[in-house]
Structures are given as structure tokens and as C-alpha cells.
């Protein structure tokens, strides 16, 4: 199994019964599998695809708070959005087990950052697990159920990407009977606590942390007990998991006392006290911040990321554990500092026939010069068509916009902008700027790219898409409905296949734009992938190019489909002609006209 549907299956086996998510890697696999196996198990539960981590998160948080066992699933950029609930919850508390998935990507392969979720558990005070594999995920789902329920408060997994898209054998086990049966206590001084409330909270949370360090069942593993030595290794996660495989395998694991953490916050405090009298040095391996390190309040012993023994960014690889650990064993002070290696192949980029790259184009042509602020999704690849400028966080696109068209008032210059953010990524966390925007009377275009899915991710429905987690029939948000209440006076919709009028249409929302206002333009085409997709594809053109090619590469350059080959020997551009999904939006983009529909053919992008 992969890890994620690792850990779905340990939630269902736990009796999980309310479980959310927003899709995000390497989290998305928990939620689509825990509805599909609870599904094909017949377990009565409610799994539900939110519009976004905060409400996700009080979706699933609420659920316990009626008795039952709950979960929540996300990346970890996701638990930034969730956090405000998450520092409240540490404080009020839990009645059935909660817990939090919050899956990290040290490298990042596809994150904004590196940051570690653990940090965040120790921000809220709540207690974190981190697995080493997928099975070992499934194991911590149990365990963090127990300590949730036995103290009262919702418990942090903290997978990484590693874990996350494992695959390991896994022995699928009884579905345990699960509480079913809901009763919510009211005590508003508890669940509506109000500031001096909230005191005796925090000091009662406090008092859990503090038994929570001194909990048996979570904590640290000595693995080589016969080891004797004055240098110890102290490792979690998945840098535990390269470290035994390299101890093991050589002298080191009779010299070297080896532990593994899998609590790293709080970490036991009677671990901290033994490993402070028994070693001289310790070594201490984790991904990505120094969380037990800086636990140990130790800077003459421990060896870590504030000594530079190890790596203070990128993932630990086996390599690199491979050659601290020999330098320590070595009696060398440290010093290892290489970041992971760079990564070679080919850049990413927007797939064939894909109808983000036709408005990208689009609006080079209408805003040439302008400025374009993005946001988070698969269309961040406008990049390579310069036609993204910024992309910093979820609908940051938005609120980037007016702050760029704030800005330039200030100093009375004007300049066009337009700002792009996919469907799934508006209602997620764009629809408040664009009342912002409304409110302050920012002057930008905005371009809703709805290709109605979550693309990046796997296609999870998005709060438009009218189904459920598990394809059942939902209610469906209207998009037009939703920017026409914002206060948008401009809003209209538009298929970019039709190259020629969908420029035409940006053209007009820039002019309205200038005028007073936000523009709303929203490019509506289906994702060239999702073969789900109830919205019609455009009819495919069988196109050519003709010996009026120059070999220019403007075609392959400026708009860059993966489909449009140079071919060195001929000088000419060729079509690949098992990428080519016959958009034909390629035969508006030749200066020279060389690219065109064969005889016969018409399509809706010619
Ligand atoms: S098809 Fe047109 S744009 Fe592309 S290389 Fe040939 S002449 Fe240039
Ligand atoms: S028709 Fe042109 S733009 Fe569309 S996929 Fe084929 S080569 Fe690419």
C-alpha cells in the first residue's frame, strides 16, 4: 500500500468516523482513500473534501468533540491556514480522539517551503508522532487515538513525503468496533471559553504536555541495546529509518547506542535527563528543523543543525546520513553542511492541449507589460510564459493584485494587472480579498482559471463540482453568483481555446478595469487530464505545419507546448503527433500562419 492509503486504512481500522481534507502533497491520498475504503467496507462514517484546511480542520475537530474519533489531513503549508484552530483546540481540548495529519516535504518536491509541522505542534502544545514508514504511520494512527483520548487533546502525525508515497506490504486488520453513538456536552466554559477561562486552560494544558513527557507508550526506542559506546544516535522519522538501516549494516551498531524518537515533542524528559548522564556526545538526526535538538537545551553535547553537523535544509538522504553518521562515529566535530544535491531533467511544464497555456498567451497579448501576480496550482508553470510574477501563498493572487495596484497609486503611476488563480485555489482563500479588493477600490483583472478540478492533486471535486469525497451527489457553489456578491461589477466567461476572443474579452475587462474596480474574467475549460470532467472538451483539429515555417521557435519559446518540437536536422518545427491533442489553439500563435488546421478540419479553436 502507499503510505497515505496506509494511514487511511488505520483511521477506518481505528474507527475514524468523521475525517477532512483539502488536497495538497503529499497528503491527498489520505482523504480519497479513506472515503474509498470505508466505502468498499461499508463503515459508517462521514469523509468530506472542505474548501479549505481551517474549515477542514473545525469540520473534523468538532466531530470529536461529540464523542467520536476524527481526523484531518493536510500539507503542511495547509496547517498554516488551519492554524488559528489548531492553537484554540490545544487549549479546549477533546472528547473522542482527534488527530491532525500534517504531512511535510523535506526536499521541498512540491511545496512552497520546508517548514516542519513539528515546530507547529510545539507552537500549539500539542503532542507530535513521526513515523518512519507506512506501517510504522499505521501503528502511530493507533497510538496517537490512545493519547488523544487518554489526555484529552488532539495529537499531530507528521508524516513526510517519504512516507506519504511508500509503498510498503501492509496486513490489512479488523475494522475495530468504534464508538457510533454522538453526545455533545455543553460546557461553555470549556468549548466558549472566554480570556480568563483561557488561563486555566493554558495551565491545565500544561499539566498534559508535562505527563505527556513521562507517557511509556511513546516513548524513544533503544534499538541496539547491546551497543556500549560514549557517542549515541538519536533519530525520527525517516532519518531514523536511514540510520538503522546504515547502523545495522556495519560495526557501528555494537559501538554506537542507537534511539529512536517517535514523539519528538514533548520529548520525554526523563530520555533527556538519561542521555544527558550517560554520553558524552549525540548525534541527533531529524528532517527538517532541530526540534528535539534544541529539546535537549544541550549545546555542548549534541551534535545537530545548530552545530552544523547536519544539514539545516533539504531532505536527510540515505548518502548524506550515511556520511555524518561516519564522521561522528569518527570522532569529527562536524562540518557536513552539503544541501541536498541539485536536480537535473527537464523543467515542468503545462501540459499539451492544456487550456491554461491559451490564457497565459491571451494575456501576454492583451496586458503586454503588465504586471501578474499568481497563486498556488498547476498554472504556477505560466511561469516559463512569463506570465507569472509573484506566487506566494493560497489567493495571495488577489490580495498581490491590489496591493500592486495600491502601490503604483501611491506613487501615480498605472500599469496593467492581471492577477490568475485556479477555481479550486478561489474558493479556498480568494473570495475575502476580492471583497477587499471591492471594498478598497483596486483597479485589476482577475482571472479565474476553472478547469473545474483540483488538477495538481488528482483531481479532487472542488466546491463546484456538485459531488462528494466518494462521487456522491453535493451541493454546488456558483462561481458567477459567488464574484457578482463580492461586489464585482465586471464578470464574464470565456473559453481561451477561442483564442482570438478571449483576447478580446481581457481587453475589455482591462478597459473596465481602468475605469474603477476589479474585472473578473473566468477562463472556463476542462483540464486536458480529468477524463471525469462532465464539461465538453473542445472538438480536436488535426493540425499541421507547413513549409512556410521558418524554424522561428516563437511557437516553441513563447508558448511552449510540449507537442511543437524543433527539429534540428530540418530546421523547422514538427508536431509530435502522440502529445498533440488537437487544441488548435497553436494556429493562432504563428507570426507567419505556418501552423494549420488540415484541409477539412474546423474544431472550436480555429
Ligand atoms: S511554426 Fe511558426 S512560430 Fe513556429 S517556428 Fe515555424 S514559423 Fe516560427
Ligand atoms: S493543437 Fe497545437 S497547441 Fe494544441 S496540443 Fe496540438 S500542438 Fe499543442
Known amino acids: 500500500m502507499l503510505g497515505n492509503e496506509a494511514m487511511a486504512l488505520a483511521l477506518l481500522e481505528n474507527g475514524c468516523r468523521v475525517a477532512s481534507s483539502y488536497p495538497g502533497t503529499p497528503a491527498s491520498e489520505i482523504l480519497s482513500s479513506v472515503a474509498r475504503l470505508g466505502k468498499e467496507r461499508g463503515v459508517p462514517m462521514y469523509a468530506e473534501w472542505a474548501i479549505n484546511e481551517k474549515v477542514a480542520f473545525e469540520i473534523a475537530y468538532t466531530g470529536s468533540l461529540t464523542g467520536l474519533r476524527t481526523a484531518v489531513s493536510m500539507k503542511q503549508v495547509g496547517l498554516n491556514v488551519a492554524s488559528d484552530p489548531l492553537m484554540s483546540a490545544a487549549y479546549t481540548g477533546v472528547s473522542g480522539g482527534f488527530l491532525v495529519i500534517s504531512a511535510d ?12 509541522s513539528r515546530l507547529m505542534a510545539m507552537m500549539a502544545k500539542v503532542p507530535v508522532l513521526d513515523p518512519d514508514s507506512p506501517a510504522h504511520a499505521m501503528e502511530l494512527v493507533a497510538r496517537g487515538y490512545e493519547l488523544s483520548e487518554r489526555f484529552g487533546i488532539p495529537v499531530m502525525l507528521r508524516p513526510t513525503t517519504r512516507v506519504c508515497h511508500a509503498c510498503q506490504d501492509i496486513l490489512p486488520g479488523e ?3 468504534a464508538r457510533t453513538e454522538v453526545e455533545f456536552r455543553k460546557n461553555p466554559d470549556r468549548w466558549a471559553a472566554t480570556p480568563g477561562f483561557r488561563l486555566e486552560l493554558h495551565r491545565e494544558l500544561a499539566g498534559k504536555l508535562d505527563a505527556i513527557a513521562r507517557w511509556e507508550p511513546t516513548a524513544p526506542v533503544r534499538l541496539n541495546p547491546g551497543a556500549a559506546g560514549l557517542r549515541a544516535v538519536v533519530a525520527c522519522g525517516v532519518a531514523a529509518s536511514h540510520a538503522r538501516e546504515i547502523l545495522a549494516g556495519s560495526e557501528l551498531w555494537r559501538s554506537v547506542p542507537f534511539y529512536q524518537v517517535v514523539q519528538p515533542y514533548p520529548l520525554h524528559t526523563a530520555f533527556i535527563s538519561r542521555m544527558r548522564e ?8 531529524e528532517e527538517t528543523a532541530g526540534v528535539i535538538e534544541m529539546q535537549f537545551l ?21 548518502d548524506a546520513v550515511e556520511r555524518i553518521i561516519a564522521r561522528f562515529a569518527g570522532g569529527e566535530a562536524g562540518g557536513e553542511g552539503e544541501p541536498a544535491p541539485a536536480k537535473g531533467g527537464r523543467r515542468p511544464t503545462l501540459c499539451a492541449g492544456c487550456s491554461h497555456r491559451a490564457s497565459f498567451y491571451a494575456i501576454r497579448k492583451a496586458a503586454p507589460g503588465g504586471i501578474y501576480p499568481s497563486d498556488i496550482g498547476c498554472y504556477t508553470l505560466g511561469l516559463n510564459l512569463g506570465v507569472v510574477d509573484t506566487v506566494l501563498c493560497m489567493g495571495a493572487a488577489v490580495s498581490q493584485a491590489a496591493g500592486f495596484y495600491q502601490a503604483h497609486r501611491l506613487a501615480g503611476k498605472t500599469v496593467d494587472i492581471v492577477a490568475t488563480i485556479g477555481d479550486s485555489t ?12 471591492v471594498v478598497q477600490g483596486a483597479r485589476f483583472v482577475l482571472v479565474i482559471l476553472d478547469n473545474s478540478t483540483t488538477a495538481m492533486t488528482g483531481f479532487q471535486p472542488t466546491a463546484a463540482t456538485g459531488s462528494g469525497a466518494s462521487g456522491e451527489p453535493r451541493g454546488a457553489a456558483d462561481m458567477e453568483a459567488l464574484v457578482r456578491a463580492c461586489g464585482v461589477g465586471f464578470c464574464r466567461v470565456g473559453k481561451p481555446s477561442r483564442l482570438t476572443e478571449f483576447v478580446a474579452l481581457l481587453e475589455e475587462a482591462l478597459a473596465y478595469s481602468r475605469g474603477g474596480g476589479p ?7 476542462p483540464c486536458v487530464m480529468d477524463r471525469s470532467h462532465a464539461i465538453r472538451l473542445p472538438v480536436p483539429v488535426r493540425v499541421t505545419i507547413t513549409d512556410d515555417c521558418t524554424g522561428c521557435r516563437h511557437c516553441t519559446t513563447q508558448f511552449e507546448c510540449p507537442a511543437l518540437l524543433y527539429d534540428e536536422a530540418g530546421q523547422r518545427v514538427v508536431i509530435d503527433g502522440l502529445l498533440c491533442t488537437g487544441c488548435g489553439v497553436c494556429i493562432h500563435v504563428c507570426p507567419l500562419e505556418a501552423i494549420r488546421a ?3 478540419e474546423g474544431g472550436d479553436g480555429a
Open 105 to 116: 516535504d523535506p526536499g521541498p518536491h512540491s511545496s512552497q517551503t520546508e517548514q516542519d
Open 175 to 177: 475494522v475495530l468496533p
Open 278 to 285: 550517560s554520553y558524552e556526545e549525540i548525534l541527533v538526526l
Open 298 to 318: 544541550d549545546r555542548m553535547r549534541v551534535r545537530g543543525k545548530a552545530t552544523g553537523a547536519v544539514p539545516e535544509v533539504g531532505e536527510l538522504l540515505p
Open 426 to 437: 478561489f474558493y479556498h482563500a480568494g473570495i475575502p480579498p476580492l471583497i477587499d479588493a
Open 519 to 525: 474585472a473578473v474574467v473566468i477562463a472556463r475549460e
Open 598 to 600: 488540415e484541409e477539412g
